[in-house]
């Protein structure tokens, strides 16, 4: 699978230095063996390949998503081939002559495709592959017709003239339009760029232009062919190192490893988790996460654990379509600068967005476990209560009262004894099952059950309520759940809150049950403080309810639910 370039193998770029470094001390002797002029003629072209060389490898190395490195880099190997023709062997002799001028096709690439290394449009292809063009087949005449080329045909001075003519044209052409596309592209480049770009396009402009003149100077004035050809190479010996230094200290230096990364995100399916370490790789930032947000206000990680930012960390969001929906959390000493964390951002948004969802999807998942376990044990706890209750005060009495009806006389005064027996009995079942349900909520439902509940509470109450089923039962379901609610409420405004009123709203709109309990006591409340509201909590969402605790300290509480309750 592919993914962002983050670090080219150092060993492979050694390797690679070290055998162009051979390559051209094996040049420099065959120039050598020949005589002094060639040697004069052919050495710069060693020279300058291996600045290309030095130069591209150092780029390659440092920025790796830039193309501009390797770019470099194949134009050192390019000069290397040029030197040949300053050799004595003919068969490099004419290597040398057919490659002599890619060098400059190379350069106009480079200046294109600054500081990605990609040609990002159509005019800018289209100028390359006619730079190349002009270089390689358009120097046909040159070798064909020319009478000092070891491939001469035939000496044919008029043709070889309008090749020459053809070749300079659109030479001029390519130079014209290419100045119109760097213009246009300094002028959209952010402000903070220009300062580097301007000098960058202008040198390099400056030497097509440069190297195409000199190349046609023969036609009006009669000047040394080797002092041309030192002018030429002198003018592009320094483009590598100002173009390298442009990659490794331009304000644009991420500019390529962002690029590489959106390339790779619309160009590969990507498995789950895989866009934070490719954030991070492109960003230069290992500890780099990712946070996604919840339903809390808070972060969340991946797997849906919450997520907080440690001391000497920052956290950018990432929008999409002006909405949060994730966060870079990095390190500012590793990637100081704020824009660039969020251009990041900006293109893994969607990504990101892809993530989150996943990670609300696994958040959901462990809340929903979780829940499940804790309605088992809010089940096996309430059945060992009702099993201690039955045990400890229910079975004593039962079995006592079995003995005083075996030992029983018919006489008034034991029958009465008996019955005061059985009405504690029965009381004591009435108190037990009212633990588990209200009977006035079995009877009369939900309305009935919290207007019984709030008569007896020590609060000053009042209770606002509306139906729009005229007056149907709720289910049962819905009815004990919200008994639950307003009975848990009530229990923790009167033990915790300090409160002196209460206020509970009833109502039933379009299927849905909407509840509220508010209190004007301390506050401070939070949904999973403890296992009653995290208890209460679980039921509601059993019954696909919503249910939120609203409690800024010293401004009470509001305990809100909505609940399905449509048959």
């Not at 609300?360 to 209560?385: I, M």
Request: some cysteine; glycine content about 10%.
């Amino acid at each position: 699978m592919r993914r962002p370039a983050t670090g080219a193998p150092t060993t492979a770029l050694w390797q690679l230095g070290a055998l162009g470094a051979a390559f051209g001390v094996v040049e420099a002797a065959l120039i050598l063996q020949g005589p002094p002029a060639a040697a004069a003629a052919g050495l710069p072209y060693t020279a300058t390949a291996w600045v290309y060389l030095g130069a591209g490898l150092a780029a390659w190395s440092r920025r790796p998503a830039s193309r501009v490195g390797p770019l470099l880099a194949a134009g050192g190997s390019v000069w290397l081939l040029c030197g040949l023709a300053s050799t004595t062997v003919p068969v490099l002799v004419g290597l040398g002559i057919v490659v002599a001028t890619i060098p400059v096709a190379i350069l106009l690439h480079v200046l294109l495709a600054f500081p990605s290394g990609r040609l990002r449009d159509g005019p800018s292809r289209l100028l390359v592959a006619l730079g190349y063009v002009t270089t390689t087949v358009l120097q046909a005449p040159v070798w064909l017709w020319n009478p000092a080329s070891p491939f001469l045909v035939a000496d044919r001075p008029d043709l070889l003239l309008v090749g020459r003519g053809i070749n300079s044209t659109l030479a001029f052409v390519v130079i014209l339009a290419t100045a119109w596309v760097l213009v246009r592209r300094l002028g959209a480049a952010p402000p903070a760029d220009r300062p580097v770009l301007a000098p960058l396009f202008l040198y390099g402009g400056a030497s097509l232009v440069a190297v195409v003149v000199l190349g046609n100077l023969y036609r009006v004035a009669r000047v040394d062919p080797a002092v041309i050809d030192w002018l030429q190479v002198a003018v592009l010996a320094g483009a590598p190192v100002a173009f390298a230094a442009g990659v490794l200290l331009g304000g644009f230096a991420r500019t390529a490893a962002l690029e590489e990364l959106g390339e790779w995100l619309g160009s590969t399916e990507r498995r789950r988790g895989e866009v934070g370490p490719a954030l991070a790789r492109t960003l230069g930032d290992p500890s780099l996460r990712l946070a996604f947000p919840d339903d809390d206000g808070g972060w969340v990680d991946g797997e849906g654990h919450p997520v907080a930012v440690p001391a000497g960390r920052e956290l950018v969001p990432v929008e999409l379509a002006g909405r949060p929906v994730g966060a870079i959390v990095h390190d500012p000493l590793l990637q100081p600068d704020p824009e660039t964390v969020r251009a990041a951002g900006r293109v893994v948004a969607i990504a990101v967005d892809r993530e989150r969802l996943t990670a609300r999807l696994l958040a959901e998942q462990e809340q929903l476990r979780e829940s499940r376990l804790r309605l088992v044990e809010a089940g096996d706890r309430e059945r060992r209560r009702l099993a201690s209750d039955l045990h400890d005060r229910l079975q004593g009495r039962l079995v006592l009262l079995a003995l005083r009806a075996g030992t029983a006389r018919a006489e008034e005064a034991d029958l009465e004894a008996f019955r005061r027996d059985v009405d504690e009995v029965a009381a004591e079942v009435r108190l037990i099952v009212a633990g588990v349900m209200p009977a006035l909520l079995i009877e009369r439902g939900l309305t009935a059950a919290v207007e019984e509940m709030l008569a007896r509470t020590p609060l000053r109450t009042s209770l606002e309520r509306s139906d729009d089923a005229d007056g149907a039962r709720l289910p049962p379901s819905v009815e004990g759940t919200g008994f639950h609610v307003v009975a848990e409420a009530i229990t923790n405004t009167v033990k915790y809150a300090g409160a002196t009123s209460l206020e509970v709203r009833l109502h039933r709109r379009a299927g849905l049950l909407q509840l509220s309990v508010r209190d004007d006591g301390c506050g401070g409340a939070v949904a999973a403080g403890g296992t009653g509201l995290r208890g209460l909590r679980d039921r509601v969402e059993a019954l696909g309810g919503r249910f939120t605790v609203t409690s800024p300290e010293g401004q009470g509480t509001t305990l809100a639910v909505e609940l399905p309750c449509a048959w």
